[in-house]
């Protein structure tokens, strides 16, 4: 199995950006597409982004998009996001994921095999 690591969260004014990174660790990278996904208080779990083994294919959240990029780096085993132009609306738990099942891009949660612990993102108006 692979074990998976956010960084990079934190407290962050409207407008502003942050970038959190995912390192992966245990099997080989490669084998895995990885998807973020986020939970706010009082809401369920929703799909961010998400990319293929290969990083050529990646899917964003229509609520995200414009604004949020995904991108891997397969020599340093980590994925990342990266946020721009961020709003209140996207104070969440960040949570990043493996998928066993490389190529299909999957955005469903019950997809993906392995969770990290999660990344705590708040945007202030």
């Known amino acids: 199995q692979v074990q998976v690591v956010e960084s990079g969260g934190g407290l962050v004014q409207a407008g502003g950006s942050l970038r959190l990174s995912c390192a992966a660790s245990g099997r080989t990278f490669t084998n895995y597409d990885m998807g973020w996904f986020r939970q706010a208080p009082g809401k369920e779990r929703e799909v961010v982004a998400t990319i293929t083994w290969s990083g050529y294919i990646t899917y964003y959240a229509d609520s995200v998009k414009g604004r949020f990029t995904i991108s891997r780096d397969n020599a340093k085993n980590t994925v990342y996001l990266q946020m721009n132009g961020l709003k209140p609306e996207d104070t969440a738990v960040y949570y990043c994921?493996?998928?066993?099942?490389?190529?299909?891009?999957?955005?469903?949660?019950?997809?993906?095999?392995?969770w990290g612990q999660g990344a705590q993102v708040t945007v202030s108006s």
């Open positions: 994921a493996a998928d066993r099942q490389r190529g299909l891009l999957h955005t469903n949660g019950y997809d993906y095999d392995y």
